[in-house]
Nanobody, 116 residues
Framework: QVQLVESGGGLVQAGGSLRLSCAPS????????MGWYRQAPGKQRELVAV???????NYADSVKGRFTISRDNAKNTVYLQMNSLKTEDTAVYYC??????????WGQGTQVTVSS
């Protein structure tokens, strides 16, 4: 069973930066999209950013201009560079990989806490 391994979360002051990484523990083929979601306490999980196999990207309005998603196709690794972090960015961040078809994988989540 392939798992997504996330890293890079932590505690940072407002205005600071963090970089999240996510890579599968084994081989995954026919990846359509790789992305990041987040879930804050008491809120629903929401899309943060996604990058498709062709390289196009999509961002939540709340992170546009501050976050950048990228991927290393050779390593099947996706990154989320988060700059100018705000306290409202505090959440558990989940990596997501969608294959062509219906299969999808989720990471275990990594905590990002932004202090004021």
């Amino acid at each position: 069973q392939v798992q997504l391994v996330e890293s890079g979360g932590g505690l940072v002051q407002a205005g600071g930066s963090l970089r999240l990484s996510c890579a599968p523990s084994g081989s995954i083929f026919r990846i359509n999209a790789m992305g990041w979601y987040r879930q804050a306490p008491g809120k629903q999980r929401e899309l943060v950013a996604v990058i498709y196999s062709g390289g196009s990207t999509n961002y939540a309005d709340s992170v546009k201009g501050r976050f950048t998603i990228s991927r290393d196709n050779a390593k099947n690794t996706v990154y989320l560079q988060m700059n100018s972090l705000k306290t409202e960015d505090t959440a558990v961040y989940y990596c997501n990989v969608k294959l062509f078809g219906i299969a999808t994988y989720w990471g275990q989540g990594t905590q990002v806490t932004v202090s004021s």
